[in-house]
Every structure is written in structure tokens, then in C-alpha cells.
């Protein structure tokens, strides 16, 4: 739950500022392609719809890994004989050894109080219920309009516009209603296209009961009601966010818009569909208001009339193809941009890494191994020693032969010469091999100048909380230091409390350091006698 409660209040915090963000490129775009049919434009505020639901879980998404982290490095924590390093991004210093900070989009959110959280996350889960209850009481509205309507009675000229509007459109035979529910026509699929009529159009003219027609049957076409249900459902997710309901309007807007440039198109003629369409307006008006109709789609959906009207009327020219491209290409860019920085810019969720691991290395680490696909590693907070959070190491897959390690690799010149020691306290559970702190010292491109894995002294089984050590010697000409933690199989190991620090000669050495062979002046047992 906590989880759950942490990736809903980042969504809603996210989508705050991301929205609006994204109405204003929207917008941009739009203007940018202005000289295009309503129909791209309704497509590109649906697009807008998506985006605004899907921009605020942007941030969500795994954050890519620091380039060297892709590097494979099969044999970081092995025997020099089987060793081949593929790291050649150095460090001055080692980094992250505390793992006491998280990744730093997560950061960002770590001051808001705890309290704070489900208490806006079920003001939003209302708000979600709420605009639900809306939909659902639309629906239920919509059946008694379809249950309370009778078939339409049409006068033989009537019929005639009918059904040369169909023939317009070509549609087959749909089936025409009347209610003394409507003030003004209205299209429902449920299941099946049904146009509805209000009892009082009998005495529009011709003209008017035709352009009324074609909008309706448009659309049918579009299949807009439908559609509608689908985008109504989507948007309850953000039905407390004001820019949603502004992408909302857009999309009513924009899809009435379509709708008119089809009539138009079915009457032939843009001016004598915008005249129809006022006078049945003021028709209309005159018997009433004219609401929208519960979730049925009419004419007079949006109360965009003078929006509607100039749209039709205004003489639009044709962009030139490379004018019209590069608005396209510019309106494009504009979205992108706006979700490039909700991914960039957006929190992550916040109790979720708070309580629980995450799943990536900390920083300043990497994961590596024989086989790292089948190995997890990240910061548990849950894991706590002396009140630190650690750093884990974990086995995916339930058979595996090779091993994974949790490592860094730093420059040598400040411990050349010198005695190092990497000092962990370690805790295992249910290691079907065993673990183990490594330490590996190179020169250039010789590896192993020096190496301890504690492979003599491994960690088996499940173990509590231990205090292990790695010693080598650097020797002068050393370049680089590879260190870490290893798991050999399957299971899991936390580290904690990690320190790397040089040492005086009294300290032990674990590990062994890489000496020339002594070589015979002359051959020796050449007739195998010895």
C-alpha cells in the first residue's frame, strides 16, 4: 500500500505542472498547423489526452546506466590467470561507500511528510469516484432516452431528406427515433447507430432538418460515440486537474469542428450548411436551452456556435508542402520537448524507495559478474545496520553457474606504494555457493598485481552481520584498484558500513602479490632421471 500510495502522489505532484506544461505546447502545435481540417487537429488533441495521462509516469521509468556500467566485466572478480578488464573509466577516489543516498530524482521528494500522502491520495481517489459516478449516471440517462423514445413519425419530405442523407453518407438503413426528452438531435450507439429526433422538429424547413442530418450522421461515420465513452473513461484519471478539462473541450471542440466539414461536404455547399445550421439554432433555442444530451452526441454539442459558424465560412488556402512540414516537424518537436522534460524533471515515487530496495546499483557502483544478467543489486533501506541502509546483492534467476558482483574501480597513484584495506560488514541468506569481498590491483595492462576474493574464507549459507577484510599491497607502478562484493550461485548479500583506507605493514595481507619467477641459469632434468 505504501508503495501504491507513493507512485499515485508522484503522478499527482508530476502531473500539477506537467500538464499545463503540455496544454501550452499543445497549443502551440495547434496554431503552428492551423491551416489543417479540424479532423488532424481532433486527432492531435487526442494525442494530447494520452500524453497527459501517460507525461506523469514518465519519471517512473528506470533511469538509464552510466556508460560504463554496460561494460562487461566477466572476470572483475576472479583469478588473475582467467581475468580481462573490459573498465577503463577511472576514479580518483572511492565514491557512494555509505549508499546512504538514493538516486537523486528521488531526492526531490524526501521532505513531504509522510501524513501528507494518503491523505491526498484518497482526495484524489474521490475525485476519480466522483467523475466515475458522473459517467456511469450519463450511461444510465442515456438507456431511459433510448427505453422513453418511439420510432419517428416523418412526413414523406422528411423521410426523403433522411434518406438522402444516408445515401450521402453511405450508410445502410439506421434506425430514427423521437423523445420529448431532447431539445435538439442527437446520435447514440448502443449497441447500434440510433439518431434521435425531439418531437417539435416537425415543422423545421428542408434545409434545416438536412443539415441536422449530416451532422449526426457524421458522426455515426466517426464512430464518435464510442470514441467519446473511451476518452470520457481515460479522463476521470485526471478529472481534478483543470488542463484536463481544457484538453477536453479541445477535443469536443474540435471533433464538432470535423463533424460540420463532413455535413458541409454531404450538402456541397459550407455556406448554406452554416445558414441551415443557425436557423435551426435559434429554432431550437426558441423551444429551450439546449443541454447536451446525458453521453449522446448532438448538433449543438461544445456551445461553440460562432466558432462553428466562422469555420465555416472563412476561406482557408492551402500551406505549400514545405511550410506545412516544417509546422508539423515544429508542432512534433514542441510535444517531445515537453515530455523529454516531464521524464527529466519529474519526481519519482516516494515511499517506494523510502521502505523498500531499489533495483538499481548505487551510485558510483556497478553491477558486473560472470553472468550480471542474472544478478540484481541496489540500496535496501530496509536493511538497516547501526541505522545505515545497505547495499544488496541478489540472484534472479533460480539456476545459475556463474557469479555477480557489485563493484568500482578507481586509480591507483594515491595508494601506490602503500598497504590497503576494504573492510565490510557483510550479512548472507540462503547462499547455495558462496560470497565474499574482493580487492584486485593492475598495472596498465597487466591484472592481478595483487588479488583476494576470499575465496579460502567464503561466506556460506545464511550469516548475520560480520565484520570481513581484504588487505593488499600496492605496488608503486600500480595504475588501478578494482574492489567489491561477490555472489558465487544463487541467494543474497547486504554490505554495510564500508570503508577503504591505507594501513600500516603490521596489518595482515589477505591476498597474495604477484612476484617474477626465479629462473634456472641452465636446463635442468632434461632425461626426466629426477
Known amino acids: 500500500m505504501h508503495n501504491l500510495a507513493s507512485m499515485i502522489f ?18 502551440a502545435a495547434a496554431r503552428l498547423v492551423g491551416g489543417l481540417r479540424a479532423g488532424f487537429l481532433h486527432r492531435l488533441w487526442l494525442g494530447c489526452l494520452l500524453l497527459a495521462l501517460l507525461m506523469p509516469a514518465l519519471s517512473f521509468l528506470p533511469e538509464r546506466a552510466p556508460l560504463h556500467s554496460a561494460w562487461v566485466h566477466t572476470q572483475a572478480a576472479m583469478p588473475p590467470a582467467a581475468q580481462r578488464d573490459l573498465h ?9 561507500l555509505g549508499f ?21 491520495c484518497g482526495l484524489y481517489l474521490a475525485s476519480v469516484l466522483f467523475a466515475l459516478f458522473r459517467l456511469v449516471a450519463g450511461l444510465w440517462k442515456t438507456r431511459a432516452l433510448l427505453r422513453d423514445a418511439h420510432p419517428a413519425l416523418l412526413s414523406a419530405d422528411v423521410l426523403r431528406q433522411w434518406q438522402t442523407s444516408l445515401a450521402s453518407f453511405a450508410q445502410p438503413e439506421i434506425r430514427l427515433l423521437a423523445s420529448h426528452r431532447l431539445t435538439s438531435p442527437a446520435t447514440v450507439s448502443w449497441p447500434q447507430p440510433v439518431v434521435i429526433l425531439p418531437i417539435d422538429l416537425h415543422d423545421a424547413a428542408g434545409g434545416e432538418i438536412a443539415a441536422a442530418f449530416c451532422h449526426e450522421l457524421a458522426h455515426v461515420r466517426r464512430g464518435d460515440f464510442l470514441c467519446n465513452l473511451l476518452y470520457e473513461s481515460l479522463a476521470v484519471l485526471l478529472f481534478f486537474h483543470p488542463a484536463a ?61 460562432e466558432k462553428r459558424i466562422m469555420n465555416l465560412i472563412e476561406k482557408k488556402s492551402r500551406l505549400p508542402r514545405l511550410r ?3 509546422s508539423i516537424a515544429l508542432g512534433v518537436c514542441l510535444l517531445l520537448a515537453a515530455c523529454v522534460l516531464s521524464a527529466n524533471f519529474g519526481l519519482s515515487p516516494l515511499w517506494a524507495q523510502a521502505v523498500s530496495p531499489t533495483d538499481r546499483a548505487p551510485n558510483g557502483w556497478y553491477l558486473a559478474g560472470s553472468k550480471p544478467a542474472a544478478y540484481r543489486s541496489g540500496v535496501d533501506k530496509e536493511a538497516l545496520h547501526d541505522g545505515q541502509p545497505s547495499a544488496y546483492l541478489q540472484s534472479t534467476v533460480t539456476k545459475t553457474e556463474g557469479f555477480g558482483t557489485l563493484m568500482q574501480t578507481i586509480d591507483a597513484a594515491e595508494y601506490a606504494g602503500k598497504r590497503v584495506r576494504l573492510r565490510a560488514a557483510v550479512k548472507s541468506q540462503s547462499l547455495a555457493d558462496w560470497a565474499g569481498l574482493w580487492m584486485r590491483v593492475d598495472k596498465d595492462q597487466t591484472m ?42 544463487e541467494g543474497q548479500v547486504w554490505m ?11 596489518t ?10 626465479s629462473l634456472s641459469k641452465k636446463p635442468v632434468n632434461l632425461s626426466f632421471s629426477e
Request: some cysteine.
Open 324 to 326: 506545412l512540414g516544417l
Open 448 to 489: 592481478g598485481a595483487a588479488f583476494d576474493n576470499m575465496q579460502d574464507r567464503g561466506i556460506k549459507g545464511t550469516q548475520a552481520w560480520g565484520s570481513y577484510d581484504v588487505v593488499l599491497d600496492v605496488p608503486s607502478d600500480a595504475t588501478r584498484i578494482a574492489f567489491g562484493i561477490l555472489l558465487s550461485g
Open 88 to 96: 577503463n573509466v577511472l576514479q580518483k577516489v572511492p565514491s557512494g
Open 508 to 517: 595482515q595481507v589477505t591476498g597474495y602479490r604477484a612476484v617474477k619467477p
Open 100 to 120: 546512504g543516498a538514493p538516486a537523486p530524482r528521488a531526492e526531490r521528494v524526501l521532505g513531504w511528510p509522510k501524513f501528507l500522502v494518503p491523505s491526498i
Open 10 to 27: 508522484a503522478y499527482l505532484l508530476n502531473a500539477l505542472w506537467q500538464l499545463p506544461l503540455l496544454v501550452l505546447a499543445a497549443e
Open 496 to 506: 554495510n558500513h564500508v570503508t577503504f583506507e591505507i594501513v600500516d605493514t603490521e
Open 245 to 305: 478539462h481544457w484538453i477536453r473541450h479541445r477535443i469536443q471542440e474540435t471533433r464538432e469542428l470535423a463533424c460540420d466539414d463532413l455535413a458541409a461536404a454531404a450538402l456541397n455547399s459550407r455556406p448554406v450548411y452554416a445558414h441551415n445550421l443557425l436557423r435551426l439554432t435559434q429554432k431550437m433555442r426558441f423551444t429551450g436551452d439546449t443541454p447536451q444530451p446525458t453521453c449522446a452526441l448532438g448538433i449543438f454539442e461544445g456551445e461553440i456556435l
